[in-house]
């Protein structure tokens, strides 16, 4: 039987769990389902034993038939830190002490309260050195300790702990195609962007920005209803395509109603107008940190453009994402739709399965981490994990050893001593005392050394914050930039929502209907961007003219054409004249300085004497070709 593991995620909302194979080269996907996270159980990425988490767990274990109680957790945390770096090619222990020699440099925080991890990304082979190509982690211990803390709780054997940026990698070199290849991972708080080529992550950078404020926006709209839970606005997120593709808040393809709320009423589709509007804006801190981290790397790889994104995590599923973000990042995302070199059970419903959303479950299976430190703790499992998390020493191992006891297993028992070796002989008082008295001296010099430390870490400590302090103003600037420019977008977005380039007629129809002659007749109108054309009829030439001279006086437009000017005699044999005029929007001002300049609009009298010559001219010679025009 294939070594079987459970792949856990909790999330703040939302826990998955996939049943696979460990480390298998060919792994198979046999069970996978998610449940929401008890409220509070996770800050952090620290997470509490909570008997409903519990419960539920072991009610979706028994309803898949899942036996297994091997276990590997994907750890989610800003406070996980990551550095790459190159050391010369060297030993492991040399590696590790290196490292350890110079992590001050890497991380500025405390580090007796991390454990450091690293990884192998490649070997540089250059004529003049060897070196390698480090990922150093760095890991918080109570993050640790909590997982296994929660193993226990749950009777888990935690075999390894996986971060999600390792898991991301792991599953994108065997899933993502192409040789430069690049996901974004968006979940509920944070969003992950990975970028590879080939087996080698050229950048990887975490965002403090998910989809949990959009789905809040979905459920304080109420349109689906008045006490919707994050699961159900999540599923509704799925179903409906809930964010303004579009700065006027519609989606190409699709109707500009709301379709149906859960009592079967029709969504007024002005709300749902809204309901986008408000989802979109919730995800523009998202958008615009996704895209100064791709411009970043744009900047720097120009010959390895980015050209296609894989969409992965809960955002994946999320409807209308992809297109928002191929519009926003100009380009090309695509969410995943399925594994190709994992096998996934027949029992598995691949339609409605959302393989993308187990991402990471999937991932931290493949090469876990060894945070865990699996060569010390070798068969130890969540037991003695959950020991340490509660301040306990673990049974057995150093701390038995010292006392000259027998070292003990897990299960409190001592371990057979191996055939070949004999059982360890008591020291002699001498050499006990022997060993005390050098123990005295060597903790009074460790003291010393110790205050002394102290002191200038204090120092040391007092002369940062004082600088801190001084550049604190910096920051505020750049808070108040972020916002600024957070405004700034989203009024633009709202202003091509709203806006209407045709303001000006507002003025223009209240002088229409203050001086347009009681004998002329609006027959039509026809609005544009930048102004107005009418047809207009009149009961003769002479009428005519006066209200081409009257349009010559308004302060809201000018006018620039009159052309097919026609003159018909209707059956009782009176005369009609038909004419277009065309005009341009003027504010005030501009109309004013044009005629300062052009010396018009003085003399009525004259205007209508050349409108009406022009009338006439334009009548003599296109009456007989336009006779039918505009009737």
Known sequence: MANRVLGIEIGENLTRVVEIDYKAKNPKIYNMFGFPTPPGMIDDGVVQPDGMFRSI?????????????????????????????????????????????????????????????HQIIEKIDRPEEKKLRLSVIAVPNDLILSYGALAADCRLQLVALDYS??????????????????????????????????????????????????????????????????TDAVDVARRKTCLAIRPD???????????????????????????????????????????RVIDYYQSRNSDTPIERIFLIGLGADFSGLSKLLTNELNVKVVPLQQFDGIHVAKSINLAEAKLAEYFNCVGCSLS????????????????????????????????????????????????????????????????????????????VGITAYSIFSNLVLTSDNMTLKARVSDLSYAQNIYDVYNQTKKD??????????????????????????????????????????DGVSMTIKTGSKDIAADVIAQLRTFESIMVSNVSTITEEVDETGASKVQFTVDCTYVKADDSAASESADGTGSEPADTSEDASSQAQTQTDSGSSDTDSTNQ
């Open 249 to 291: 808040g519609t989606v190409p393809d699709e109707p500009a109603g709301g379709g149906m709320d859960p009592m079967g009423h029709e969504i007024d589709s002005e709300r749902f107008k809204k309901l986008r509007l408000n989802v979109s804006y919730s995800l523009s801190n998202l958008i615009s940190s996704l895209g």
């Open 57 to 117: 767990l072991y009610s979706k274990l028994k309803e898949k038939k899942i036996s297994t109680k091997k276990a590997v957790f994907v750890l989610n945390s800003a406070r996980i830190a990551s550095r790459d770096i190159e050391l010369p090619l060297v030993k492991e222990k040399q590696l590790k002490e290196m490292i350890a020699m110079n992590a001050s440099d890497y991380f500025p925080v405390d580090l007796s309260q991390y454990k450091l991890v």
């Open 165 to 230: 940026g390792n898991a991301i990698k792991q599953l994108m070199r065997r899933e993502i195609p192409g040789d430069v290849k690049v996901t974004v991972k968006v979940d509920e708080v944070s969003t992950t962007l990975t970028v590879m080529d080939g087996s080698m992550v050229k950048l990887q950078r975490n965002v403090n920005h998910g989809l949990a404020d959009a789905i809040e926006a979905i459920q304080d709209s109420e349109l689906f209803g008045e006490y919707l839970s994050f």
């Open 488 to 529: 700034y977008d989203w009024t633009k977005l709202f202003e091509s929502a709203s806006s209407n380039k045709n303001d000006e007629i507002t003025g223009f129809v209240d002088e229409l209907e203050q001086k347009l002659p009681s004998e002329a007749k609006l027959v039509n109108m026809s609005v544009t961007t």
């Open 368 to 443: 876990p981490l060894d945070i865990l430190d699996s060569k010390k703790n070798k068969g130890i499992g969540a037991p003695i994990m959950a020991g340490t998390a509660a301040g306990a020493m673990p049974p057995g191992g150093a701390q038995a050893g010292m006392q000259g006891k027998p070292p003990v297993g897990p299960d409190g028992k001592p371990l057979p001593v191996p055939a070949g070796e004999e059982a360890e002989k008591p020291v002699s008082f001498a050499v006990q005392l022997l060993i005390f008295g050098l123990c005295v001296v060597v903790a």
